[in-house]
């Protein structure tokens, strides 16, 4: 039996979700998305120089972080967060202290559904957090807790509570999310089919997860969300999101929480160069053909309860069985703690959120 | 100093561009028609997929043309459509043929099948001869499903395979090219035994299976007629199913934009390259608009519920995913895993109703842990039909519910069940599942130990009834 969340609100969960956007322009994009943002809580990551002012726009609620505020509030373990990649955006998750994250590209564009209706990206995402996913068992006729799906002939009763959604993956119109070869043999294709589905990506399969329309449940799953080294002084750039999508993914299926893809889709803008990405992905054009392996025989053990635990015995493996491919793995794995020592210090377990343990300066101005 | 154009060249070029309005060109003199038709060769309308090579070339949504085929003119403004292909196609001059032969020129999308009936040794551009349409006809009067459906199924062969418990004679309009199988012919086949505990009902269909001697099948349940998109246009179910079994299914990691290998969309970025062939399409798995395949306690709870949603979307369902495949829609490559396709699970009370049944549901579990095991592919999503009302999800929950109560049993143990490096051929692959069944489920409920007996009795007939077939 389908369940239909309680929430029809305007602004639904505004006091408990943030919208990080990592950015090294500005951020005019977000006059496009004003209706559907401007209610919520906005934690903006700016990267690279940090003496550039950027502006946003007036009448949004937010913090934002340069550089040096990440260095100044992780101190050495700053050393985890990229630099000059949008990798860097796992900061803002990490100072957090919502239950749920949308993140959002500043490319990415309020799109249209085959009605002509614009979509509310994030009122979408929203339903498909609060909603159980399906991942032990495929629903041909995918959610079955939208509106009008329910669960087909033969799919178990007992399975149909569903797992908790960690995780709600959306997708784009316009420039499709593809790499760099592909982009320079079809550089005019555009994706225009829009596909009115939702649907939990099943137990035990990977897929690769794209950072640039994402919500995630913090509580759930947020320290697996890091997105690793990327950018400057790193040999790879462009599989961040990759990354922390196996690593999720895993941790997700040990822990027995769902992923969902699919709607809502956003309008993305602009077809990055893809000789710049070549540059960028050509080594994790190579390495992904043992990392996807790796990830698909690992096994978490039972002792592993927590998404820490899992994360860190995760970048155990890493090393040992990554190693080998390139020194990049060693550090990745390093990092991969470093992270988790930086969450668990943002974020201590079970302590009412008074005390901010984060040594934070007076946040930048919050318009309003 | 350059050669000025000539008369012919200028007026190749001219109807280069007004060929989308030409609509018969067997008046063309041959080398005319020749020249025309090489000039319309595009690498951006058609998929290059070559059987054997592609060794060291770039992955899947890459074009290349041969380079021995491509003859006098590089690539021009027009593009070689379906419509185009088949204006060619049908002015029969051999020259024009057999150079679409040796470019090997292959539509990767649902085609629109040439109307001519020569047997063109097109791979992907399906020859009809290549298919067999099974019927279950659980109704007497077909006629108006056949006449729904002729528009699609004309060109086929279809198998109508009466339910034995149907005491009506059929009624078929003419027009198509069918065989039709009783309860006699079935007796006749495989022992009247046999043919009561196997092929009564909704599993009538599988005696089509058994007997068919074409390479492809799809079946539709007989109360469902085509159903549009959304543009309001007829969905021509069979040739989506036959695309989805001929475009390779991506089965290893699951690519967010769906089907990679349709129009417009591609692999996504962090999509492993050493899995971009894919593997075969064994099986390809319909959905429903109106009424759609629930079981009766859902349909009952919610008497009013149709799905009105259409989901433009072909998925593979990844390796190792078991899912409920509903029977009311669905295409399967024979030769790759026909004997999978099995009736065993029989409930007490089956009846007449979906609702009623779950033989489709185990026999798809069967067919996916067959297709992980060989390593080929299942895919689901398009093609949608339109399920007609019928029946009362009340009554049917009044007089069956043993078969949802059951699949919490079953599902778990499909989930589980691994089969050895021994089983090579979808008949092994059945017999070892049948001794898993009998050991593992059948001490729970005697409807198991009945099904590890029905797939036993099912390799054993179908090895008989295609040697029978063989020439």
């Known amino acids: 039996m389908a369940v239909v969340p309680s929430t029809k609100v305007v602004a639904p969960l505004k006091d408990e979700l943030d919208i990080v956007i990592p950015t090294i322009r500005n951020l005019d994009f977000l006059e496009m998305w004003r209706p559907f943002f401007e209610q919520y809580h906005l934690i903006i990551v700016q990267d690279g120089d940090p003496t550039k002012t950027i502006r946003v726009p007036d009448g949004f609620d937010y913090e934002l972080y340069n550089r040096n505020d990440i260095n100044r509030i992780l101190g050495p373990k700053a050393s985890c967060i990229s630099f000059k990649d949008s990798a860097c955006r796992c900061f803002g998750f990490m100072v957090s202290k919502k239950k749920y994250i949308f993140t959002i590209d500043d490319d990415c564009f309020v799109a249209k559904d085959p009605s002509g209706k614009e979509i509310n990206a994030l009122a979408q ?34 399975m149909r509570e569903g797992a908790p959604t960690a995780i709600s993956h959306g997708l784009w119109l ?78 997700c299926d040990h822990l027995s929480l769902g992923v969902k893809t699919g709607l809502p889709y956003i309008w993305h ?15 994790g054009i190579y390495w992904q053909e043992e990392i996807i392996p790796f990830f698909q025989s690992v096994t978490l053990p039972k002792e592993c309860t927590t998404v820490q635990k899992c994360y860190i015995e995760l970048s155990k493996l890493v090393k040992e069985k990554l190693g080998h491919v390139d020194p990049y793995f060693q550090k990745l794995g390093d990092a991969m703690v470093t992270w988790i ?12 959120a008074t005390e901010p343990v984060a040594k934070k300066d007076a946040p930048p101005p919050k318009a309003k | 100093m350059r050669t000025p154009p000539s008369l012919v060249s200028l007026a190749i070029d001219s109807a280069l561009a007004q060929l989308s309005n030409i609509s018969d060109l067997s008046f063309l003199p041959d080398h005319i028609l020749i020249d025309l038709f090489l000039s319309q060769w595009s690498i951006l309308k058609f998929e290059y997929l070559s059987g054997e090579n592609s060794a ?14 491509f003859l006098k003119r590089t690539l021009r403004a027009g593009k070689l459509t379906e419509k185009i292909l088949k204006l060619f196609i049908a002015t029969g001059k051999e020259e024009v043929l057999s150079h679409i032969e040796a470019l090997n020129i292959q539509l990767v999308l649902t085609p629109v099948l040439p109307t001519s009936k020569k047997n063109l040794s097109m791979s992907q551009i399906i020859d009809d001869n290549d298919v067999d349409i099974v019927i279950g006809a659980l109704h007497s009067d077909l006629t108006p499903f056949l006449d729904e459906w002729r528009p699609v199924f004309s060109r086929f062969h279809l198998i109508i395979v009466k339910d034995p418990d149907l005491k009506d004679e059929l009624k078929i309009p003419g027009g198509f090219n069918l065989h039709v199988y009783t309860k006699s012919d ?74 990679p290998f349709c129009k417009g969309a591609d ?25 759609a395949d629930y079981d009766a306690p859902t349909q009952a709870l919610k008497p009013g519920q149709r799905n009105s949603r259409y989901v433009d979307a072909v998925l593979t369902v990844p390796a190792r995913t078991m899912l409920p495949v509903s029977g009311i829609n669905i295409g399967f490559n024979r030769e790759v895993v026909g004997p999978a396709l099995l009736p ?56 069956e519910w043993e078969g949802v109560k059951l699949m919490e049993d079953v599902v778990p143990f499909f989930q589980s069940v691994r089969l050895s490096q021994a089983a090579v051929t979808p008949e092994d692959c059945v017999i070892e599942m049948a001794a898993a069944v009998k050991e593992r489920l059948g001490p729970v409920h005697p409807v198991f130990a009945r099904a590890a007996e029905a797939m036993v009795e099912w390799v054993k007939l179908w090895k008989v009834v295609r040697t029978r077939l063989s020439p």
């Open chain 1, 341 to 352: 020592d930086a969450w668990d210090e943002l974020n201590p377990p079970a302590v009412p």
């Open chain 2, 186 to 259: 079935i007796d006749k086949a495989v022992g009247s035994a046999s043919s009561a505990s196997l092929f009564s009902g909704y599993s009538c269909r599988y005696f089509g299976y058994l007997i068919s001697q074409k390479k492809y099948v799809v079946s539709i349940d007989d109360d469902c007629v085509p159903a549009r998109d959304n543009n309001g246009g007829l969905i021509d179910a069979v040739a989506q199913h036959i695309s989805n079994l001929t475009t390779p299914a991506t089965p290893f990691f699951f690519n967010t934009l769906y089907d």
């Open chain 2, 267 to 291: 692999f996504v970025r962090g999509y492993p390259f050493s899995l971009r062939n894919g593997v075969t399409c064994a099986l390809s798995c319909g959905l429903w608009l109106n009424l």
């Open chain 1, 269 to 283: 803008s602009k077809a990055s160069n893809p000789f710049v990405n070549l540059k960028k992905e050509y080594k």
């Open chain 1, 174 to 251: 316009n420039i499709p999310d593809y790499d760099a070869p592909t982009q320079l043999v079809k550089p005019r294709e555009r994706n225009t089919r829009y596909v009115d589905a939702v649907l939990t990506i099943p137990k035990g399969t990977l897929f690769p997860m794209c950072g640039m329309n994402l919500g995630f449940d913090r509580e759930l799953i947020g320290p697996a969300m890091y997105f690793g080294l990327m950018g400057d002084g790193q040999p790879i750039g462009r599989y961040d999101d990759m990354w922390a999508g196996w690593c999720a993914k895993v941790i």
């Open chain 1, 125 to 158: 995402h929203i339903q498909n957090l609060l909603t159980p996913s399906t991942p032990f068992f495929f629903n041909t006729l995918y959610d079955p807790y939208r509106e009008g799906a329910d669960f087909v002939r033969g799919y178990p009763f007992s």
């Open chain 2, 56 to 69: 060291g070339e770039a992955p899947c949504g890459i074009f290349k043309l041969p380079v021995e085929g």
């Open chain 2, 344 to 399: 065993a699970l029989r409930l007490a009370k089956e009846g007449k109703f979906r609702w009623e049944t779950v033989e489709d549901i185990w026999s798809g579990m069967c067919v996916k842990v067959v297709c992980d095991h060989l390593g080929v592919g299942v895919k689901s999503g398009l093609p949608y039909v339109w399920r007609k009302e019928r029946g009362d999800a009340i009554e049917s929950l009044k007089k």
